[in-house]
């Protein structure tokens, strides 16, 4: 069954804005991982989450984890058109499984 | 860029051949994944292998089945392929001594079967 659901499905923005994605999941966590797609490509790690963190940043990365809510934002600031790519939240390991279970991710599109 | 490499890229295939996509990793990861990705959705688990012959089947049920005889080598094959079978599939690796979680990605293979 599916654990994280991004929204929006897809983002438009202009270089220079700010991009903020959302990743809700069903069950309880350890932590949670954001990864980036390229068109085309494999999936890069971007961060990583524990479930006792509130807030993280990776340069121009920033995310925040809600566990009351089930619920993780991703913000990019000053965003540039390099940025444009899928974003996927991830869930897992947990209970002894060592799988991740990716959403359906966010499609990010920076317009120069 | 992670040292995790998959071949080939694109593969075109008519229905009934055997294929093998094959996917090597670097780093001396334990840990190996073979996801399936249609486009725009999201990734389902197939395989996975803690480390020199173990396998294990994911959450997603798949025709393919998959060997772990190396530490850096985890190939998936498709006896007979079929036109469902037309996919992107990825192959992943994770160290299972770090508690990072993290897993590094191979560009992935887009597969078309005709």
């Known amino acids: 069954s599916q654990q994280g659901e991004e929204d929006p499905q897809a983002l438009s923005i202009q270089e220079g804005e700010n991009a903020t994605m959302n990743c809700s999941y069903k069950?309880?966590?350890?932590?949670l991982q954001w990864y980036r797609q390229n068109s085309g490509r494999g999936l890069v790690h971007l961060i990583l989450?524990?479930?006792?963190?509130r807030e993280k940043h990776s340069g121009r990365l920033r995310v925040t984890l809600d566990t009351s809510k089930k619920s993780s934002s991703l913000l990019i600031t000053a965003s540039r058109a390099a940025d444009t790519a899928s974003y996927f939240c991830?869930?897992?390991?947990?209970?002894?499984?060592?799988?991740?279970?990716f959403g359906k991710g966010t499609k990010l599109t920076v317009n120069p | 860029e992670a040292d995790i490499y998959q071949t080939p890229r694109y593969l075109v295939i008519g229905t009934g051949k055997k294929i093998t996509l094959e996917c090597s990793q670097t780093?001396?990861?334990?840990?190996m994944y073979w996801y399936q990705q249609d486009p725009g959705m999201e990734l389902h688990l197939i395989h996975y292998?803690?480390?020199?012959?173990?396998?294990e089947k994911g959450d997603l049920s798949s025709e393919s089945t998959v060997s772990r005889i190396r530490t850096e080598h985890f190939p998936l094959t498709l006896e007979s392929a079929r036109p469902s079978h037309t996919s992107q599939y990825l192959c992943?690796?994770?160290?299972?001594?770090?508690?990072?979680?993290?897993?590094?990605f191979g560009p992935g293979t887009r597969l078309t079967v005709t």
């Open positions: 992943a690796s994770s160290d299972l001594q770090a508690f990072s979680y993290e897993q590094y």
């Open positions: 991830a869930t897992g390991p947990q209970g002894g499984s060592e799988k991740l279970v």
């Open positions: 989450i524990r479930s006792n963190e």
């Open positions: 292998s803690y480390g020199v012959n173990s396998t």
């Open positions: 069950t309880s966590i350890n932590n």
């Open positions: 780093m001396g990861h334990d840990k």
